[in-house]
């Protein structure tokens, strides 16, 4: 960061034009400004228009914002403007962790800017690239967010903050990635709430959406935690780069958010592994009311089969012997007085007897 003169790599004619290095057909540049003492006095549409307005003044800062560039686009850039081909890789490449590279006097920014739906209950992250030279900024974007539109017209209303250079565009970008962290916050705080009181209902989704609930917040802590390291890069070269002692201070507040967001998220983790235990142990806990009540129902079922099955042996032995006397056979007790009544006598004995048997066994 910090000011410096022209860019050796800045080919020049003799007559002191810009030779046309256009970007590759079907640029990706979305915007493009050239500042002078905080006010926009050129909006070019390519990149050797850029240059040129540029470097009619040497107190000029370019920034020129891009969305999905191509490789070609990339490489002209980073001709014109000295970028570091790995740092190029990584942008053309995307899918990169923040984090903060220098080389030489360009610094080389990645950050997750995060959207919540609140809809499908899901975090969205779009990634930003920036190139912060001493006079350019180039920003990459390969999502929808964050808007960075409404950074540049913030920053054109504020002439003053924009007067700081290119410390002023990184530090617009970085407070409104931080700012977009809130919602986020808020959104996964309410969730939270609703799924401690879910969990208590019996819902038999809720382990589905604690465990899905805590990824997202743990693909947020990766966005936002490693701003940390970032801005604390930025710091140590306060001194050595000459940043603005009010950048300094508006950085330090962006630090101080970022430290808030990460313990708030922190403690979101910290309630869902509690919640998810908790929720383990109801589930537990109904489950083994289910096993005891269908043991309570077996061992019920169990006793009513065993007064069925007494019942019917009880029943069963009258109808054996009233069946023997029935067929057609002769039987000696007929022809005796006391034959019928023997044969009432052994029923009611038997009976009585498998009676008393089951009895004692609390069959019956």
């Not at 990169?96 to 800017?113: I, S």
């Not at 209303?157 to 700081?164: Q, T, W, Y």
């Not at 565009?169 to 996964?188: K, Q, S, T």
């Not at 101080?256 to 235990?277: F, G, K, N």
Request: aromatic share 8%.
């Amino acid at each position: 960061m910090g000011r410096r003169g022209m860019a050796p790599s800045r080919d020049l004619s003799q007559d002191g034009a810009i030779p046309a290095r256009p970007l590759a057909r079907g640029t990706s540049l979305v915007d493009s400004g050239v500042y002078e003492d905080g006010v926009r006095v050129a909006s070019p549409r390519d990149l050797a228009s850029t240059v040129a307005a540029l470097e009619q003044r040497g107190d000029r800062i370019a920034w020129m914002g891009l969305y999905r560039p191509a490789r070609p686009e990339l490489d002209a850039l980073a001709q014109e403007f000295g970028l570091h081909e790995l740092a190029v890789e990584d942008a053309v490449l995307a899918h990169q962790r923040p984090k903060l590279e220098r080389y030489g006097d360009t610094l080389f920014v990645v950050l997750r800017a995060a959207r919540y739906d609140d809809e499908h209950e899901e975090v969205e992250f779009g990634e930003l690239h920036l190139f912060i030279g001493p006079d350019f900024v180039i920003t990459v974007r390969h999502a929808e967010s964050p808007d960075l539109s409404a950074v540049r017209k913030r920053l054109e209303a504020d002439p003053e903050l924009l007067a700081r250079g290119t410390d002023a565009v990184l530090y617009a970008i970085l407070d409104a990635v931080v700012d977009g962290f809130g919602p986020v916050v808020r959104g996964l705080g309410i969730d939270i709430d609703e799924i401690e009181a879910q969990v208590f209902t019996g819902d038999p989704e809720v382990s589905r959406r604690i465990y899905e609930l805590s990824q997202e917040v743990v693909d947020f802590l990766r966005a936002v935690t490693p701003l940390q390291t970032i801005l604390a890069g930025l710091a140590g070269g306060y001194e050595k780069y000459g940043v603005d002692e009010e950048l300094q201070r508006s950085l330090r507040d962006v630090a101080d958010h970022v430290t808030l967001t990460t313990e708030r998220v922190e403690t979101y983790r910290t309630q869902l592994r509690d919640i998810l235990a908790v929720n383990s142990i109801l589930v537990s806990q109904r489950q083994n009311e289910e096993i005891k009540a269908m043991t309570e129902a077996s061992y019920a079922q169990g006793e009513e089969v065993k007064k069925i099955s007494s019942w019917a042996a009880i029943l069963f032995t009258p109808s054996l012997i009233s069946g023997i006397y029935g067929m057609n056979l002769r039987i000696p007790e007929e022809d005796t007085a006391w034959g019928y009544p023997f044969a009432l006598a052994l029923m009611l004995v038997l009976s009585v007897g498998l009676y008393v048997a089951f009895r004692r066994r609390g069959w019956l």
